[in-house]
């Protein structure tokens, strides 16, 4: 069992920056690959952005490529999702996920998920 908590949303105007973290608890948590989701009202999980493991290789969605950097340290079991350039389309609750095999892409293939923190860009 893996425990996800979020942290670090709140209200920001278009164009500034907030970081996210996802502290991770319970068993082997440092093999998991973590990703970043998000969900605006009305509209459908979408991928944000994933780390593996060893934090070799990262993914992102083309929407926050080159603005929203993911990183870990496993050392504090924690993952951070650095937001900048945010626009009023990144206005959504970002959720925290971990995940041992299978698409980073694809929210099924998750096998844990946090609570969720929102975040709004006020334009």
């Known amino acids: 069992q893996v425990q996800l908590v979020e942290s670090g949303g709140g209200l920001v105007q278009a164009g500034g920056s907030l970081r996210l973290s996802c502290a991770a608890s319970?068993?082997?948590?440092?093999?998991?690959?973590m990703g970043w989701f998000r969900q605006a009202p009305g509209k459908e999980r979408e991928f944000v952005a994933a780390i593996s493991w060893g934090a070799g290789s990262t993914y992102y969605a083309d929407s926050v490529k080159g603005r929203f950097p993911i990183s870990r340290d496993n050392a504090k079991n924690t993952v951070y999702l650095q937001m900048n350039s945010l626009k009023p389309e990144d206005t959504a609750v970002y959720y925290c996920a971990a995940i041992l095999g299978g698409s980073y892409y694809l929210p099924k293939d998750y096998a844990y998920w946090g609570q969720g923190t929102q975040v709004t860009v006020s334009s």
């Open positions: 319970g068993r082997a948590v440092g093999s998991y690959g």
